[in-house]
């Protein structure tokens, strides 16, 4: 019978060992971090700039939407860098960027920094900053829209698979990969793409001050390196790493910076919390498999 309630109550039981462990492991941590602290009366003064970053595809914008948020309501912060290398992405993500930054830059200055890549939607997502400096070798540009597909219908056909289609609406099929696109499917996707192109062209033309009449001059999915990029309007600066910070402060009007530092701790904290999820899972899978 105990052997039963044992077995019963496992789940249990590991779980609470499991937290007690670790537990332990953090405190004594804790500790540590007490007893080496310097115990200095010198009141240490906030950051009063920081940097967001955007790196890699843009396939969802949750993490950078909060971080540009964070700024935003942080009365201490008085600047921001956006600091891009990112070849873009989705469509929606991007905008969703683009409008957080419009918003910040409402409240305080922004200064976006080209430090690679900044294409496509990730040129979106920097329109609306105060100033963007570039890398003088980096990538700008690419304003434009492409959607894909692909017919696999001869494929289907030498291995012999016949898909079967229920459907309510016209278009309900279009971009298929199981056939070829009918004209009508086309043209409604070519309508797509261009209503997306032309958004895109009059937001960068606002917030550049750009012809949107002579989207050649800066569209067209061209690519800049920065020096034909500023000429091109897109950017107003080259520059590096530095000097996109020290503009940063001078717009941000603060004589002394201060830039906000990713925390050791949080760091720490985050790969204890990942390692032990990660532990958690394996210990309940073995758990399962016993």
Do not use: C
């Not at 007893?35 to 955007?54: Q, S, Y």
């Not at 434009?144 to 079967?164: A, S, T, W, Y």
């Amino acid at each position: 019978m105990s052997d039963f309630f044992k077995k019963l109550f496992r789940p249990v039981t590991a779980t609470l060992e499991f937290i007690q462990k670790y537990l332990k492991a953090l405190v004594f941590l804790l500790i540590l971090l007490l007893i080496f602290m310097p115990a200095g009366t010198e009141t240490v003064k906030p950051p009063n700039l920081a940097t967001v970053d955007l790196r890699g595809p843009i396939m969802n914008a949750d993490k950078t939407l909060k971080a540009l948020e964070e700024a935003e309501k942080d009365d201490d912060i008085k600047g921001v860098l956006f600091l891009v290398d990112s070849p873009g992405g989705a469509v929606a993500p991007s905008v969703e960027i683009s409008l957080a930054l419009k918003r910040l830059r409402a409240k305080k200055p922004v200064v976006a920094y080209a430090a690679g890549t900044m294409a496509s939607g990730s040129y979106y997502a920097s329109i609306w900053a105060n100033k963007i400096v570039a890398n003088p070798a980096a990538t700008i540009g690419s304003i434009g829209v492409i959607m894909e597909g692909m017919n696999i219908r001869p494929l289907m056909n030498k291995i012999g698979i016949e898909p079967q289609v229920v459907k309510a609406g016209k278009y309900k099929e279009a971009g298929t990969p199981f056939r070829k696109w009918t004209p009508y499917e086309r043209k409604e996707i070519e309508t797509h793409v261009m209503d997306i192109y032309h958004l895109f062209i009059h937001d960068v033309a606002t917030a550049r001050h750009l012809d949107p009449n002579h989207p050649e001059r800066f569209a067209d999915a061209q690519i800049f390196i920065a020096s034909k990029a500023k000429k091109a309007g897109l950017i107003d600066d080259v520059g590096d790493i530095e000097s996109a910070k020290k503009l940063t402060a001078k717009l941000a009007k603060v004589k002394e910076p201060r830039w906000r530092q990713r925390s050791k701790w949080d760091d720490f904290i985050e790969k204890l919390a990942d390692d032990s999820a990660k532990s958690f899972v394996a210990y309940l899978k073995q758990w399962v498999i016993e």
